[in-house]
């Protein structure tokens, strides 16, 4: 309890909040490289994962590659990409682990999401003459959706708990505040930035949890549009 308590205090210590180490500098840094970094996977692999989706080929060669990435630790990739040339380019490494990371995710749940669109919907679609985009677009993508939502909130929530690491090779993010910690072998301190990384990752959680309850009927309204 004494800990628990120690940590509380050092939360509610308006020193703590306020200058390039205080927490709310952190926190800007931690959301701001984790939107960098799922904005990055999104790009990369949703594009691929909605077209070998479409096409119905390729899609899991594709999702087996990605997921190799799950099998190596996301710190042993950022300190092997700190011992090559990029390790001279401040949060390259960090940046590109994270999107290794976070590509598994996105890339298997838009596949998933394509190819479970009921096929007599498709064979409907094609019936009437659309051509393969408007098909994408139309109809499988808004019936996909709640797949590739979850899919980008799996990556987000992972990277909000796994930017942490960004501290390890100098960067900022709450991080910063752990290991301050560890170096001042304060627990109370690595608690408090635990708990900070926590409550970020369950806000995000909520966010996306609020966004997926929103968007079936978005992509009901696109259908009937």
């Known amino acids: 309890m004494t800990t628990l308590t120690d940590s509380w205090h050092w939360l509610t210590d308006p020193a703590h909040w ?22 990055i996977s999104c790009l990369i692999a949703l594009p691929v ?3 070998l989706g479409h096409l119905g080929k390729g899609g899991a060669l594709a999702v087996n590659i990605s997921n190799i990435g799950r099998a190596v630790p996301t710190f042993a990739v950022l300190v092997l990409l700190l011992l090559t040339p990029l390790g001279q380019f401040g949060e390259g ?39 393969g985009g408007q098909m994408l677009w139309r109809v499988e993508l808004p019936l996909a959706m709640p797949l590739v939502l979850n899919g980008v909130r799996i990556a987000a929530v ?24 560890f170096n001042l ?15 970020f990752a369950l806000l995000v959680e909520a ?16 259908r009937a549009g």
């Open 185 to 199: 072998a304060s627990t109370p301190q690595v608690v408090a930035g635990a708990f900070l990384v926590a409550v």
């Open 49 to 51: 994962a909605l077209v």
């Open 93 to 131: 490494p960090t940046v590109v682990a994270l999107v290794l990371f976070a590509v598994p995710p996105l890339l298997t749940n838009a596949y998933v999401g394509m190819r479970e669109v009921d096929r007599d919907v498709v064979g409907a679609a094609r019936g009437m003459g659309m051509t």
């Open 158 to 181: 992972q990277l909000v708990a796994t930017a942490t690491i960004a501290a390890l090779a100098g960067g900022g993010g709450l991080g910063r505040i752990i290991t301050a910690g």
């Open 207 to 222: 966010v996306f949890e609020i966004t997926e309850r929103v968007v079936p009927g978005w992509a009901r309204g696109r």
């Open 18 to 39: 306020a200058g390039d180490n205080g927490i709310w500098h952190r926190l800007l840094q931690h959301l701001v490289l984790t939107v960098v970094c799922l904005v």
